[in-house]
């Protein structure tokens, strides 16, 4: 009944269910020829419909995942795959030449056609080059492994903390679980939830409060836009529209909401229940405008 149901949203496209279902079972292909029981999947791309893809499918099957930012300069990249120690890397073609290694598997992820420009001229593109999504087919289907123990890495999140040099932060299974289960009891998370976050992806609230959380409460996870000033009013125009019921960002973003947008109604809509603060200390004084101005 959930096969037509969104899990993800995005600016031009929408993510079902069914079709996270079967591309977890052709990612569970790569992972289960490439890969053993807790082994390290380094994933590197700026496409976040590729990245929350393989994050629920390397969960699934029990791989250790490490998220990269394909923004980071290709030195710090290849210190952070070095310190790692990957089974398999999967990252955008661009990056082979710089990320690939002799002693781990690479599987390279092609753009997708936008459609954009002369119609026959993408028709022809598409025929030779259609992309990551088509590729993901070619792999062979497996069921997820489903059987990761409870202390396994689930994920390794590289934190710079209060020095420059990165570290490692190992999050279990148990750890996630365990997350997740307290985020759904304090917040009211369900199959009915629509979580609206633009973070980014290679950092642990962005990944966990985000599309594992969805998967987990079952719910859907909206990425409407780009999370800059520019689309400041997009971003909460889509709490309408998209019939968001949570709100997660880091204190910059409110400030931002609080000192430059123009309206006082974002959150009037009888979808929505909580806006959330993450990553960092928010200031008393702010938290209390934006409740005062916004009836949270």
């Known amino acids: 009944s959930r096969q037509k149901h969104p899990y993800a949203i995005f600016s031009k496209d929408i993510l079902t269910y069914g079709e996270l279902l079967e591309r977890i079972k052709h990612l569970s292909g790569l992972f289960q020829q490439q890969c053993k029981l807790g082994d390290r999947v380094v ?39 070095q310190k790692s120690t990957p089974t398999l ?18 599987f390279s992820i092609q753009p997708n056609r ?25 792999l062979p289907e497996r069921e997820p492994l489903l059987e990761a123990p409870l202390d396994n890495y689930a994920f390794i999140n590289f934190s710079s903390g209060t020095t420059g040099d990165p570290k490692g932060i190992c999050i279990t299974v148990r750890n996630v679980l365990c997350h997740m289960q307290t985020l759904c009891r304090q ?16 950092h642990a609230d962005g990944l966990l409060q985000g599309p ?5 409460c079952g719910g859907v996870v909206a990425r409407p836009c780009s999370m800059d000033v520019q689309h400041l009013e997009e971003y909460l125009n889509s709490v309408h529209k998209l019939r968001i019921t ?3 960002t880091v204190p910059t973003i409110f400030s931002f909401i609080d000192r430059l947008t123009a309206h006082n109604d974002y959150f009037d809509s009888a979808d929505f229940r909580h806006l959330i603060t993450v990553a960092g200390m928010m200031n008393p004084d702010l938290w209390q405008r934006l409740e005062q101005r916004f009836q949270q």
């Open 246 to 248: 949570h709100l997660i």
């Open 212 to 216: 594992v959380l969805a998967l987990y």
């Open 114 to 138: 936008t459609g954009q420009g002369n119609a026959l001229l993408e028709r022809f593109k598409k025929s030779v080059n259609t992309g990551w999504k088509s590729a993901l087919k070619n």
């Open 187 to 202: 917040f009211s998370y369900n199959t009915d939830s629509r979580i609206l976050t633009n973070m980014l992806l290679s």
């Open 43 to 81: 994933l590197c791309s700026t496409d976040d419909e590729l990245i929350i893809t393989v994050t629920a499918a390397a969960f699934l099957n029990g791989m250790t995942l490490i998220v990269l930012s394909a923004e980071q300069k290709i030195s710090r990249l290849q210190s952070l795959i």
């Open 89 to 106: 890397i999967i990252a955008d073609e661009i990056l082979r030449a710089d990320l690939e290694h002799s002693n781990c598997a690479f």
